[in-house]
């Protein structure tokens, strides 16, 4: 049996995506710059999936931006931000995607403007408490915070409402990483005071190399890329309208369905923790198990024999990771374990789950950890 639980990771591409992009590469050809033809209809493939995006996100095409992907996106928004609105100070947490803590920390310290951090419990739960009386000690400066909607390792679920409320107050902006939520969770933008979020079409079964950035039309950043005036002068570079088609088609059919998903990968989630919890005790959870259903972190007690466990799970057939997929292939322990105070206690094993995963698939698992 081969069993693909890193759906964190990647997603596989769902069929009807790869129909339309495969559709779309063979028929149309023309650069979506150019005036003619081939170019219109090009770039009105390009509006559409705009306006699709924007459409089920609930804010307008015009604050929606392509790219080619997460950590282009958050490179640009954190690089834009403080360049141009030169926040003072940064809120974020130490269990944030290394993408944005990356960029948070080189942008921060060639800026000047000071980089706090957040406190978090064992199951790295952030403290919005602290991050009020942080915002309260603030009031009156310009303030970012930036901090992810779902926790890619632990699968925690931040409070959008409730951070974005208390930005609001203290009038700081709010960029929230959004790339393992949306596609996945019901997410309304028009709703939330978020200033910016980020997708990623690999995380819904769309395809890799193609993603978007969100920016409150209230706010205007300076690009990252420079050259031609694509994306409204956002994101130069020549569209990639066939990856881009492809993102709105994996989103709409992501939305289409998304309740009848989570209450699948739900299913499995909990089927997954019951049959843990009664047969392998000495197996432990990793954060807030009742947060996002499509991750579950395992923590595995360290013993000279579950060094390789990784590995016999892939000689078994099962496909899951120990963290970030960034991080893959290092010796290092995870980040996020290191705030938890965990990487010396146990081996992390995330299993990550999507609208393909079984009940059978969850058993075999299981049956070979046992």
Do not use: W
């Amino acid at each position: 049996m081969k069993v693909y639980f890193d759906n964190a990771a990647t997603t596989a591409i769902d069929v009807q995506v790869l129909d339309l992009q495969y559709e779309l590469q063979r028929k149309y050809y023309g650069n979506a710059s150019s005036i003619h033809q081939l170019g219109r209809e090009t770039k009105v493939i390009i509006e559409n999936a705009r306006t699709t995006v924007a459409r089920l996100l609930n804010v307008s095409p015009s604050e929606i931006f392509f790219t080619s992907g997460g950590t282009e996106s958050i490179n640009t928004l954190v690089a834009g931000v403080v360049n141009q609105l030169k926040p003072l100070s940064i809120i974020t947490s130490k269990i944030e995607h290394p993408a944005m803590l990356q960029s948070l920390t080189t942008q921060a310290h060639q800026s000047g403007c000071v980089l706090q951090f957040l406190e978090i419990n064992a199951k790295g739960i952030i403290n919005l408490d602290h991050l009020e009386s942080l915002l309260q000690s603030l009031n009156g400066t310009q303030v970012l915070i930036s901090l992810m909607h779902v926790n890619n390792e632990l699968g925690n679920l931040l409070s959008l409402k409730k951070v974005s409320e208390l930005a609001h107050k203290y009038q700081a902006f709010f960029m929230c990483d959004t790339v393992q939520s949306i596609g996945k969770y019901p997410i309304d933008l028009g709703a939330i005071p978020v200033d910016f979020a980020v997708g990623s079409a690999h995380k819904f079964h769309g395809p890799k190399g193609i993603g978007f950035m969100y920016i409150n039309r209230k706010n205007t950043l300076a690009p990252l890329l420079l050259g031609g005036t694509q994306e409204r002068n956002m994101r130069a570079g020549t569209e990639n309208f066939a990856n881009i088609a492809a993102l709105a088609k994996a989103i709409e059919l992501a939305y289409s369905d998304m309740e009848n998903h989570l209450n699948h990968v739900q299913q499995l989630k909990k089927h997954l923790i019951d049959r843990i919890t009664a047969e392998l005790p000495n197996i432990t959870f990793n954060g807030n198990t009742e947060g996002f259903p499509y991750i579950l972190n395992l923590g595995i007690p360290k013993t000279e024999h579950n060094e390789m466990i990784l590995m016999n799970l892939d000689i078994q057939g099962i496909y899951l990771s120990g963290g970030s997929a960034c991080s893959s292939g290092t010796l290092k322990p995870s980040h996020v374990m290191e705030a938890l105070g965990l990487a010396e206690r146990c081996r992390p094993l995330r299993v990550s789950f999507s609208k393909y995963n079984t009940l059978e698939e969850v058993d075999y698992l299981v049956d070979v950890l046992k």
